[in-house]
């Protein structure tokens, strides 16, 4: 059975890369009838908070990512300290009492004669008595593996044959000591006990792949099988960075972007189905899901792309869920209907751009007079047509306040081939802005009286100015 994990460290955010990881691990799992494991890497004592854990958590629950099986490496301490004091005691692994001052030094003089720096292997060979000494003198270490000297080759299901000179590693730090294991031991130990059958993951990991290989290969463990994701790049195709880019998944989030459409997106970056489609859900991913259609090249974050899949998906929202989705965007004050919300559905990329677009329906705005013109009208004639509409929608049930009816019995009042005279001083009197929805849209979300009201202050204004 397929097993996969995604493994986050819980010393930040969930980011885009983060959440495409986890998306694609999932739908491999989905696709293939397998597993799939949630495993908080949480060794880094000083910087893992329960905060970025929670984060991490919510982030996943809200794409939809579900996990079958759940762990945290803080609980799991006992176990890698069986399997660090394994390979000391076979001599695969060994304590490193180096100060940083001699490895610093070490680096630049091997630096300096043209050599790649790398650990020159001093405490390899320090006796049992002499290890014991200096631990019971209380002396800082480390815990170092003993890197053989060979090439490991493997081969990625998305780059193909990779292989790397493990005689250009050194030996490595895999534990700061018993109780403190480090991430290319962890995880190892994790993925083998875990049974993991595929390491899908970010190209910046490639680099510890031969490490893990070989430290499985130590234990006597089964090497899982590795699928390394291209890049996600910025538009000008530079790497995206916490620094340059908004990278945090709660950021797009806040900014009223849809699950759907991030999920959509996401699952683009960098992979690609059979035929040529821009929309897909999530059970259409699941079943269509590939990783040999995994491109090796970058993939380009294009934010244009992200606003159309969310303006889409916004689109096919019913109109309460859209409604609901809308209400925490704008002030509790304003009482948001399925009507207000159905004059922006198609204006809108994501909900935070909403107060702007419906803040004229709770307060209209102190717009100029001359707004009301349609082109040359004189404002008294501006005057006489807003009085006519206003005959009409006092004669107007409440229950006949809905746009085609309203258009219906308007629709005569406005000179044939000039609906602009009629209808521009009306959709600015009820708006107060030079682009809205259409009038008759506006009415419906507005109901008879206010409709009403906005119409005879317009009227006012236009004979007050002209």
Known sequence: MVRVRFAPSPTGSLHIGGARSALFNWLFAKSEGGHFILRIEDTDRERSTPESEADILDGLTWLGITWDEFYRQSDRMGIYREYLKKLVDDGKAYYCFCSKEDLEAERQSMSANGLPPKYSGRCRTLSKEEVAKR??????????????????AFRDIVRGSVKFDAALMGDIIIAKNLDEPLYNFAVVIDDALMAITHVIRGEEHLSNTPKQILLAEALGMEVPQFAHLPLILNSDRTKMSKRMSDVALHDYRAKGYLPEAIVNFIAFLGWHPREDKDVMSADELIKEFDLKRVQKAGAVFNVEKLDWLNSHYLGKLAPDALTKAAAMFVPESWHLTPAIMETVRNRIKKLSELPDLVRFYFELPDYDTDLLRWKDMPLTQVALNLEGVKTVLDKTDEADYKRDVLEKRLAPLAPEGNR???????????SGAKTSPGPFEIMEALGKKESINRVEAATIRARKAS
């Open 420 to 430: 602009g005279e009629m209808f521009w001083p009306l959709r600015v009197a009820l």
């Open 135 to 152: 631990l019971d003198a209380g002396r800082d270490h480390v815990i170092r593996f003993r890197v053989p000297e060979k090439e490991i």
